[in-house]
């Protein structure tokens, strides 16, 4: 799939196929999230993959409940790991870079999910210290992002976005 076809297509998706996905893609999707950009090249964070359906059950019900995440035949949890930057970064590392590598790393999950003919659905609401507790991430590690992997059964019509007058701001914020 084309790169700007991958953006018009994706969305997302709530509804899933109880279907596996085949391993070749799921390396594939991996292998995507691997070539993320990361400050410095340090990759500061972690990705668990999730298959077992009681993990995911938790990670459902550690997101407010959003059950249609248990639907998904594989679940990635993206974790910032400031301990693989802050030595290079200092502060700055420690709370933001590592956090943005995480969630560059889900977006590039995101979007190859897509391309590959996959689902999935940013999750950014959950509660922190259950999801670190399911996965068995001790601080410092962070839950940055959960994404459902799986075939769609639903494909949603776009959602309206700001013109790009009102989002594209040249030079300086307008008052």
Known sequence: MEFFEVLERRRSVRAYERKPIEEEKLRQLLEAVNSAPSAGNLQAYEVVLV????????????????????????????????????HTYGRRGEHLYCMQDATIACTYAHL????????????????????????GAEPPLQPAAILPIAYPAEHPTPRPRRPLTDLIHEERLRK
């Open 51 to 86: 298959r077992d359906l009681e993990r995911i059950r938790q990670l459902a019900r550690a997101s407010h409940d959003q059950t249609f995440i248990e639907d998904a035949p594989v679940v990635l949890v993206f974790v910032a790991n400031p301990l693989r930057n802050s």
């Open 112 to 135: 190859a999910a897509t391309a590959l003919g996959l689902s999935s659905c940013w999750i950014g609401a959950f509660d922190d210290e259950v999801v670190a507790n399911i996965i």
